[in-house]
């Protein structure tokens, strides 16, 4: 009876065009229901039937045909089309037929990198967000979404997964920033846009290259020669891993050791525990690979007050439960964490229990220290006594599972079956996570949209690269920083062909890694793709870069391209321009617009050699030309910085 049933549902899958297909005949994932093909290229049509046998391909009223090879694959070019729509197209090979609906011809992008890539519209972008959402109604903006998988070898995916139309149903789990991209792009061409989504947060650039492409890298070719390609034992390797992150969940959830040793009592004798100082940080506690729940403990004295008191610092962390002399504090989204007055004794106990992930949390900073203080500040007593802590009460959850930046796995699993898919370019938002190894990622940027290229059998398709933002906490001085040198190695990519940067460095958040504002990014990638994809070569698609520089006395001139109509200075006074002399020490410089050049001069500085701007992990920049894009980051020196090779 099982067996009956199963046949019966198999057949009505297949009846009702659903997901499982069980026959010789298939076409990879890409071609289904509600695509978009790229308009004006001929369009690459491909899949697998018996061997040997003979593939007919019916769209727009004409046939193509094909013979399959000795494997069963099949390839065929329907020659160049303009934009239109809807159509259907079939694949017929034998007495099987596979009939797709709802196609459209238009512009076709894929849209690739990390968690920045990835942000979708319900993530949050800005105040606007359910408006925008809410408005998605645009049916002729189709995504394919591809999903999380891996594998340790290049891996075709034939199940069927339909194209999603835009609508706020949909939308909303859409990249938000390919979602502005497409937006722009749809508008200004008036055709059909398609984005092929393939991003994963928290990812390297290696997890999306060819194995054989990151095998001609001296760091990677003793690794790709011992690489074990058992796709059964990677598929174990992915199931354990997943086990483990259900299992983190579960065991920081069910952290209960301390509340059943009452450790937030004030009787509670914490003396066999480990000591530390204010500000509270997981580097100074030896626990910069921990995850779990560790608890914290201090005292502090109080005078009498009957005016409720609050907690206040820079506060970093996973989750954060306290007690204030054994009762807990209930903690306001508006109002803070207030420790009622009624509580309070003289001498005080503060209980914490922390949640911790990736072995980074902080409780007060060296500027923003942990206090209690009223609401007005008239009172306020620092944490600065001695902390005790325990990591060891409760059961330790497993670190991070980070399977999917095992070098190839994302390309092998999420770019490779798209190829080679007609598209008109790449959209690629990646670096936080190489940030480190800029030097290296010189080498590899160029080695990944290479590869790509190839691979999609199509030339130099345009890549346009979204450049880190500013991002952390200002400096007080001018310092070597790594997301400094990662921007210049992205910038430095316009070297090569058909490549454009979509400069972001006024657009970050200083505690925020995945800035809100998607549309900006959007527009300028917008821009990049109008001179490059679209034949705009007049248009202004970049702020004002780099050309040249020129010492004068004790002053240098920088002259930039891409100024438009001018130079444009947002407030009083030109900021972000260091400048050095021999000794290599950079200090912060004065700056003035002069036509097309900026002078950069200091009183610290009698002769200068060299200028940066913009060279901090969040620098201060208010630099533009008149259409409002702004200046790009930059050094005129080549001295060693802090990154790996």
């Not at 891996?155 to 859409?174: G, H, L, M, N, Q």
């Not at 959007?522 to 010492?551: C, E, V, W």
Request: hydrophobic share 40%; proline share 5%; glycine share 6%.
């Amino acid at each position: 009876m099982k067996k009956i049933n199963i046949i019966i549902i198999v057949q009505l899958l297949l009846f009702y065009g659903g997901q499982i297909y069980a026959g010789a005949l298939q076409l990879p994932s890409i071609f289904s229901n509600h695509m978009v093909l790229q308009r004006e290229k001929p369009i690459a049509i491909w899949g697998k039937a018996d061997a040997g046998s003979k593939v007919m391909v019916k769209f727009q009223q004409e046939i193509f045909d094909c013979q399959t090879d000795a494997n069963g694959k099949w390839m065929l070019y329907i020659p160049s089309k303009p934009a239109g729509g809807p159509y259907v197209l079939s694949v017929t090979s034998a007495d099987e037929c596979i009939e797709l609906q709802d196609i459209y011809i238009g512009e076709v992008w894929f849209a690739s990198g990390q968690s920045n890539m990835a942000w979708m519209l319900q993530d949050g972008v800005g105040p606007n967000t359910l408006k925008e959402i809410a408005e998605a109604n645009y049916p002729l903006i189709r995504f394919f979404n591809t999903p999380h998988e891996t594998n340790i070898i290049p891996t075709a995916k034939w199940e069927r997964k339909d194209w999603d139309i835009c609508k706020p149903e949909t939308a909303k789990s859409f990249s938000a920033v390919a979602y502005f991209f497409a937006k722009e792009i749809s508008q200004d061409q008036k055709v059909p846009v398609g984005i092929i989504s393939s991003s994963w947060g928290a990812t390297n650039i290696e997890a999306w290259m060819n194995a054989e492409t990151l095998k001609t890298h001296k760091a990677y070719t003793e690794w790709v020669n011992n690489l074990d390609t058992d796709t059964l034992k990677w598929r174990k390797k992915v199931e354990e891993s997943l086990e483990n992150d259900r299992m983190r969940e579960v065991i920081v959830a069910e952290a209960n050791a301390g509340i059943k040793a009452k450790v937030y009592k004030t009787s509670y004798n914490d003396r066999d525990w480990a000591t530390t100082s204010a500000p509270i940080r997981t580097d100074k506690m030896n626990l910069t690979n921990f995850w779990g729940v560790a608890w914290l403990r201090t005292t502090f004295e109080m005078p009498k007050t009957k005016t409720s008191l609050f907690l206040t610092g820079d506060i970093d962390i996973k989750a954060l439960e306290i007690w204030l002399n054994g009762k807990k504090i209930k903690k306001s989204k508006t109002q803070g964490i207030e420790l009622p007055a009624k509580w309070l004794k003289k001498k005080n106990v503060l209980s914490f229990k922390a949640t911790i992930y990736w072995g980074s949390a902080h409780l007060g900073t060296e500027e923003q220290p942990l206090s209690i203080c009223t609401k007005d500040s008239t009172l306020i007593v620092p944490l600065d006594n001695e902390w005790r802590y325990n990591a060891e009460l409760e059961r330790r959850a497993p670190g991070w599972q980070n399977y999917y930046n095992t070098n190839t796995v994302l390309y092998n699993a999420m770019v490779y079956p798209i190829m080679p898919y007609t598209i008109r370019g790449f959209l690629w938002y990646q670096g936080e996570n190489n940030a480190g190894q800029a030097k290296r990622y010189r080498q590899l940027l160029p080695m990944l949209f290479t590869d790509w290229r190839v691979g999609f059998r199509q030339g130099n398709l345009p890549f346009l690269i979204v450049q880190l933002p500013n991002f952390m906490k200002k400096q007080p001085q001018p310092m070597e920083s790594g997301w400094a040198e990662m921007r210049e190695v992205q910038a430095k990519a316009l070297l090569y062909p058909a490549t454009g940067l979509a400069v972001t460095i006024d657009i970050g958040e200083e505690h925020y890694i995945h800035p809100q504002n998607k549309q900006d990014v959007s527009h300028r990638l917008y821009l990049q793709a109008q001179k490059l994809a679209y034949g705009r070569k007049d248009i202004i698609a970049m702020g004002p870069t780099f050309h040249s520089m020129n010492i004068e006395g004790n002053k240098i001139r920088i002259s930039y391209l891409n100024v438009a109509q001018g130079l444009v200075v947002r407030g009083k006074e030109l900021q972000g321009f260091t400048i050095a002399g021999n000794d290599k020490k950079y200090h912060w410089a004065k700056a003035e617009v002069q036509g097309k050049d900026v002078i950069v001069y200091s009183d610290e500085v009698d002769a200068p050699i060299a200028v940066r701007y913009a060279w901090s992990d969040n620098p201060n920049v208010n630099l533009y030309n008149s259409v409002g894009l702004p200046a790009a980051p930059f050094r005129t020196d080549v001295w060693e910085g802090i990154t790996q090779e």
